[in-house]
């Protein structure tokens, strides 16, 4: 477990990230669809085949603005060794997640990854760390997307040296996922049902982390079984909003921000309440078994037409 005498956020601050790469085809992008629930509970859906099958002719399959979320993975190789953090790989959690989506995703691409560090916050009982990963299209050298990773470091805090906790952001605050749920009724509700077996699919993707698979390092990490992944819940419910407020046209989506404020076990069903601010959704999931709250966070939207 980490300590105050082995972190050094100055040395970690300073660390230049090497630049990384990842290419994926269509059937990358069909399988992540898949795994985040495309097709779940209707295999015909008129709104989401075109993520998996090439519908009435379609030259290329379309891609869910999410899987964005997976082209960080490399950046992780070098990311969960960071000079300056000694930390317990089995308490860290997914807290959150920011994306901004640039041009809609190619069906299969070779992308380009610049990666920095773009916080670093001790909680006291915890260190929050926060990667930044900027995708270019090798190609085009086009400025794909960018996706800020939060992971929490359970028992890692307490490093601070002075007596004001130490805390380093290099971005605004206005691009922080925390949001104010409304107290009005939801715009829209959407629920879907992830199956047993949701987070061995989804780990198919490239995030082969044991807290989705193996009962024992669950157990160590203090859950009573493998949990879901968080980024397939953010999957899960970004779709719910692509379906409900975009009318299934995916390249609506502008920025993504969610936060992940409890577990979610696979089998478990996910409620999606959305509230409609403009061009921003703010959404919430909940767990329909347990009625907890276990992600929230906003969509923006660009080109929305009011006819809603
Ligand atoms: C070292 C290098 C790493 C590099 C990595 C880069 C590569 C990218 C790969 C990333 C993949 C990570 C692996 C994936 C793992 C998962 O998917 S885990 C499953 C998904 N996540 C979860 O299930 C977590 C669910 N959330 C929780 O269980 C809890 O919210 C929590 C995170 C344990 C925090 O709860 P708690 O301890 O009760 O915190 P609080 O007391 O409420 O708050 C303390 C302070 O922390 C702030 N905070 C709270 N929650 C979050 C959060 N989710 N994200 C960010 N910050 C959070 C909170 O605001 C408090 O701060 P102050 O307000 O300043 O006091």
């Known amino acids: 477990m980490g300590s105050a005498s082995e972190f050094d956020p100055a040395l970690a601050l300073s660390h230049k990230f090497p630049d990384t790469t990842y290419?994926?085809?269509?059937?990358?992008?069909?399988?992540?669809?898949?795994?985040?629930?495309?097709?779940?509970?209707?295999?015909?859906?008129?709104?989401?085949?075109?993520?998996?099958?090439?519908?009435?002719?379609?030259?290329?399959?379309?891609?869910?603005?999410?899987?964005?979320?997976?082209?960080?993975?490399?950046?992780g190789a070098s990311g969960y060794n960071l000079?300056?953090?000694?930390?317990?790989?089995?308490?860290?959690?997914?807290?959150?997640?920011?994306?901004?989506?640039y041009k809609?995703?190619?069906?299969?691409?070779?992308?380009?990854?610049?990666?920095?560090?773009?916080?670093?916050?001790?909680k006291g009982?915890?260190?929050?760390?926060?990667?930044?990963?900027?995708?270019?299209?090798?190609?085009?050298?086009?400025?794909?997307?960018?996706n800020r990773t939060t992971v929490f470091l359970r028992?890692?805090?307490?490093?601070?040296?002075?007596s004001k906790p130490f805390?380093?952001?290099?971005?605004?605050?206005?691009?922080?996922?925390?949001?104010?749920i409304p107290e009005s009724k939801p715009f829209s509700v959407f629920e879907d049902r992830t199956q047993p077996s949701q987070a061995l699919l989804y780990r198919l993707s490239g995030d082969y982390n044991p807290l989705h698979s193996d009962?024992?390092?669950?157990?160590?990490?203090?859950?009573?079984?493998?949990?879901?992944?968080?980024?397939?819940?953010?999957?899960?419910?970004?779709?719910?909003?692509?379906?409900?407020?975009?009318?299934?046209?995916?390249?609506?989506?502008?920025s993504i921000a969610g936060r992940f404020l409890l577990h979610v076990y696979p089998g478990e069903t996910l409620v999606t309440e959305m509230w409609l601010e403009g061009s921003r959704v703010i959404f919430r999931t909940k767990v329909k078994e347990r009625k907890r709250t276990v992600l929230s966070g906003y969509v923006d939207l660009r080109g929305l037409t009011s006819s809603l």
Do not use: W
Not at 155 to 162: A, P, R, V
């Open 104 to 122: 809609p995703l190619p069906s299969s691409c070779h992308i380009h990854n610049k990666v920095s560090l773009a916080g670093l916050h001790d």
């Open 215 to 254: 009962p024992m390092v669950a157990k160590v990490a203090g859950f009573s079984r493998p949990i879901l992944h968080g980024l397939c819940t953010l999957g899960f419910a970004v779709r719910a909003i692509i379906k409900c407020i975009c009318r299934g046209d995916p390249d609506l989506v502008k």
């Open 83 to 101: 000079p300056g953090l000694k930390y317990d790989p089995r308490l860290l959690l997914h807290g959150q997640q920011y994306i901004e989506l």
């Open 23 to 75: 290419s994926y085809t269509e059937r990358d992008a069909a399988l992540y669809a898949l795994s985040v629930g495309v097709c779940l509970s209707d295999a015909v859906d008129a709104d989401e085949l075109k993520y998996v099958y090439h519908e009435n002719g379609q030259e290329s399959i379309k891609v869910l603005p999410t899987f964005s979320t997976l082209l960080v993975l490399r950046s």
């Open 167 to 180: 805390s380093y952001t290099n971005y605004p605050v206005n691009q922080n996922p925390a949001v104010k």
């Open 125 to 146: 009982k915890a260190a929050i760390l926060e990667i930044e990963t900027k995708s270019y299209e090798k190609e085009s050298g086009d400025l794909l997307c960018m």
């Open 155 to 162: 028992g890692s805090g307490g490093f601070s040296k002075s």
